[in-house]
């Protein structure tokens, strides 16, 4: 067998694993592993920030269903891109960052830019390792890519000392291929005990959480809400998983990103059939409300996520899309009920308790930008979106019909991911229209990751809705009374956006007035194809606009103002 420098086993088994980009800062601890990766296929994009990289390797994992890659040298590149393995863990998202590290017998000497990433990112990721021989690099890239890709999917770190790096090895790639996935499907009595529930309820619910995107479980969703004629709901991860524009969609429940209808039709429903959801507090809102009057069937591919939250009256593990595909099955057997009095009662909330987005007030509303958006952007634009009012006001708003179409880090919500993500997005579909939909404190956070765009010619829209505050802080901190360090508001516009666009040689327009936003959104998505470059388009909403949010889904649904978000409430 022929003898390779160990990086370059790295790379081929990184190639054969789909990955065509990786996202990364060169430095001294990992220039071995750059070596190899300069004569291989796959095309590396240099961030200006490691936790930049783990964002764009995770846009591209998102819209790809394959391992998003990343990599930086020792030290403070690893620390940088722990938030982007919280990022993907809390999401479910695979994706895999590489670490160069001191040689190993200095580790133990406080030797120049060595720390413990391993045990710093254990935490975060569902597998840390160091490399300590040579030999077992082709075999730990392996290993990493079933762990990230199987079960619950999840981030990886590989840490890998210098004189590791730099070693020969005995390595033949025709040899080796991916490691297989187990895949688990669902118990067949579990399936009759789902059916007959469905059987006994009156109003019952499909609920599609992030897991059914994950599996690919769109299209059977579908077949299964129609062929029994159940209405289907969505959380916020679950946003794509079922076309919005169907008669059986039901809406999204929740307490901040939800629909009035959606909440109203949930706390009516007697059965919830719950894929690949997590039952997450932004969702559920107090349990008891939650709860009360309704029976769960939970099923998801981690054991342990079922009981995490609360009890289910049944819990069933498997993968969402073979179990929606036994069930289907098994349903065809079954003699289906008349669900139409229900389905024609969800019908009557979303045309009587939608939200208002026809707003032509200045300053400008915030649900006529979402207005907008669903009307300039068709059903096959990526959107990216990150944490704050955007965000709750994106999901309440915008209206979306195809699986991984909209894209969001939903659990752990660092701001500053959109850029970085968006550009992994439209790495990974060129061809396609991506827009990213940002706050302006957010945009702020990594926002030199613009460069990256500007040098390597990708082009994306930017629609950033900008209020001068840290909005959902300061409509968080109207309950204490206060309204204290929210202000990023110090002259007539604050920071100006559209100049700073300009310092990375991208082009930006800024809109006060409602009847500019389309003509603006229109000329973004022309630039950006025409130049290949990230387009700005900065929206000054109503500075103290609120979002409707609550503490339960009933008070939304029992307390919120008629026509919502007509008035400003701080």
Known sequence: MAQVPSMQAAVDVMESEGVDVVFGIPGAAILPLYKSLQTSSIRHLTVRHEEGGTHAADGWARATGKVGVCMGTSGPAGTNMITGLYTAQADSIPIICITG?????????EAFQAVDIVEIARPVTKWAVQVKEAAQIPWIFRKAFQIARSGRPGPVLIDIPLDVAKQQIEWEKGLDSPLP??????????????LDLISQAERPLLLAGGGVILANASQELYEL????????????????AFP???????????????????N?????????????????????GDLETYRKGRKFIHVDIEPTQLGKVFPPDLGIVSDTKLFLQALLKEAKNRQRKDNS??????SHLKQT????????DTPIKPPRVFREINQAFDQDTTFVTAIGLYQIWSGQFQTISKPRKYLVCGQAGPLGWEVPAALGVKCAKPNEEVVAVVGDYSFQFLMEELAVGAQYNIGFVIVMLNNEYLGLIRQSEISYDMNFAVDLHYDKNGVDHVKLMDAFGCPAKRVIEPQDIAPALQWAKTEAKRLQLPVLVEIMIEREANAAMGTSISTIVEFEPVPELSTANS
Do not use: Y
Not at 226 to 234: A, F, H, K, N
Not at 244 to 262: C, K, N, S, V
Not at 264 to 283: C, I, M, N, P, T
């Open 225 to 240: 809400a129609e062929l029994l004629s159940i209405p289907v709901q969505i959380t916020l991860m679950g946003k794509g």
């Open 244 to 262: 919005e524009e169907h008669e059986l969609f039901a809406g999204m429940t929740g307490i901040q990103t939800q629909q009035r209808w959606g």
């Open 353 to 360: 308790m939608g939200r208002r987005d026809d707003f032509d």
């Open 341 to 346: 009095t229900w389905i024609e009662r969800i």
């Open 101 to 109: 590290q001191a040689v190993r017998d200095k580790l133990h000497q």
């Open 264 to 284: 109203k039709s949930f706390l009516e429903s007697d059965l919830v059939l719950a894929l690949g959801a997590r039952f997450g507090d932004r969702h559920t």
């Open 181 to 194: 996935l187990d895949q688990v499907g669902p118990n067949p009595k579990a399936l009759e005990r789902t």
